[in-house]
Nanobody
Framework: QLQASGGGQVQGGDSLRLACVASGGTISDRVMGWFRQAPGKEREFAAAISWSGGSTFYLDSIEGRFTISRDDAKNSVYLEMNNLKPEDTAVYYC???????????????????????WGQGTLVTVSS
């Protein structure tokens, strides 16, 4: 089970740190990702981190502002969000791959079909 937290209502330019904690299983050796769904829009990829933590992937519009990281000892993955913009308003979901120690083509990390487990989401609202 994945539990996301850290969302809230902030002003443009502010920062937030989302956390996703896994229970009943381990994130070790698994690809982890963050997706988001804005009001009235389809869910989209935001960020992903490889099982080793050595590679990260981002949606173009957030690269340079958001940072994904993992702490396997804490069974957690994080999304540090800086310089938030109103267009970042969305429910953010964390997700996990069921396979372990698996490498994929870069493009596949951004596909929701890679991920088998999903958290319940945390709402981020950014006002201008």
């Amino acid at each position: 089970q994945l539990q996301a937290s850290g969302g809230g209502q902030v002003q443009g330019g502010d920062s937030l740190r989302l956390a996703c904690v896994a229970s009943g299983g381990t994130i070790s050796d698994r690809v982890m990702g963050w997706f988001r769904q804005a009001p009235g829009k389809e869910r989209e990829f935001a960020a992903a981190i490889s099982w080793s933590g050595g590679s990260t992937f981002y949606l173009d519009s957030i690269e340079g502002r958001f940072t994904i990281s993992r702490d396997d000892a804490k069974n957690s993955v994080y999304l540090e969000m800086n310089n938030l913009k109103p267009e970042d308003t969305a429910v953010y979901y964390c997700a996990a791959d069921d396979r372990r120690r698996t490498r994929y083509l870069d493009s596949f990390y951004k596909s929701s079909s890679l991920y088998d487990y999903w958290g319940q989401g945390t709402l981020v609202t950014v006002s201008s």
